[in-house]
């Protein structure tokens, strides 16, 4: 239980590691309703196209990453 805490404060605190950022939580949450998204469609016509799938996913990974690190100079910086 203590692992899952860790993980869960590491993915969405900046680098202090106590302030919660917006920015990683909504990329997090895009990404589940996108892969939501995906299954519900593929439950539902059952055709899935691995190409556009790949391209869509890689995007948002790429969209969110570059978001975050745009707003990293306004982060609480680690306290040495």
Known sequence: MILIKKVINDWFTGPDG??????RALWFA?????????GHDLYKNGKFDMVNFGI???????????????????EPKEKE
């Open 18 to 23: 106590k302030t919660y950022d917006p920015a």
């Open 30 to 38: 895009g990404i589940l309703t996108f892969l939501a998204f995906t």
């Open 56 to 74: 869509a996913y890689g995007s948002l990974l790429v969209a969110g990453g570059a978001g975050v690190k745009l707003k990293e100079t306004t």
